[in-house]
């Protein structure tokens, strides 16, 4: 569904992530589970993923994220006044993690939750974030992606446990006045939800049926990939063109695609279903897997430390994953 929302009033004005020291290679895998460097590349095109330490959790990871953001761009974070966390790992059932990152930097001012758009978070935080500034709630909310997937991946299923990495990538979204807005730094959103899917990838929790059926895994993650792949590809497909027409752009308006890179077979037949070039996409998954929501924000950073992503260069982002539910938006870059 695409929203018809208000003229924006926000953009993005710092970008900060993190991974792990711990690299998982695909020749690590090959000791575990039935598989081989050649078959992962082939069927996912990921090489390896950073993982967490037994020690090192969701909040850790976010944390020092934060801190690079702040290192980077030389920014305070004391007029922060709202927190949203995308994360389908957190520490605790409670507090969130957007709490601890609250404590640790003293943001005594900022409201803090976390949000739970499985792959699709970051940008579901993102719709959140333009539209509270754009409504005059908020000025400055950092928005943060965490995960630690590998905490909740089976590793004797060598269907999935190719797939997943950690890490964890943090944007400051801040109000702009009149004056200093010469364009929009969103532009267009796309929301949708396909609850009778959620069978297709789900982690169990208090409950381990799911609409009277059974569910498997416990605790871990359980994934159809190929009806997820093809949910995705169709999706994602649709709602590109719902937000090129909600803008009034062209994809040549488009300088850069960002879908959530949960495998690189995924993001070639979405390129090619949606008639956009492959060379203009940034993607994380080769060197870090599927790190869930934080694959956007470290596909960005991907980007700018290769100098392909520039000031002012519109971004088409998408994320999706279980429930089913996907989100896409354009924006204007501005860190």
Known sequence: MAIQTPPSKARITALGTYVPEKILTNADLEQLV???????????GIKERHITAENEFTSHLSIKAVERLRE???????DVDFIITSTTTPDYSFPTVSCRIQ?????????????????????????????MISAGLHRKILVVAGETMSKITDYTDRSTCILFGDGAGAVLVEATSEAEAEWP????????????????VYRTGLSDQMNGQPLEGK??????????????VRTVTTGIEQLLEQAGLAREDIDWFVPHSANLRMIESICEKADLPLAKTLQSVQDMGNTSSASIPLALQAGVDAG?????????VYGFGSGLTHAGLILRWGA
Not at 34 to 44: A, G, L, M, P, Y
Not at 107 to 130: K, R, S, W
Not at 185 to 200: K, M
Not at 308 to 316: A, P, S, T
């Open 308 to 316: 392909r992503l520039k000031y002012g260069d519109r971004v088409l």
């Open 219 to 232: 605790g871990k993650i359980v994934q159809n990939g190929r009806e997820v792949f093809k949910w995705a």
């Open 34 to 44: 039935d598989t081989s460097n050649e078959w992962i590349v082939q069927r996912t």
């Open 185 to 200: 730094g969103f532009e267009s959103f796309v929301l949708g939800t396909n609850g009778a899917g959620g069978i297709h």
């Open 72 to 78: 980077t761009y030389k920014t305070s974070l004391d």
């Open 103 to 131: 404590e640790h930097f003293g943001m005594e001012q900022a409201g803090a939750i976390d949000l739970n758009a499985t792959c699709a978070g970051f940008a579901y935080a993102l719709h959140l974030a333009n539209g």
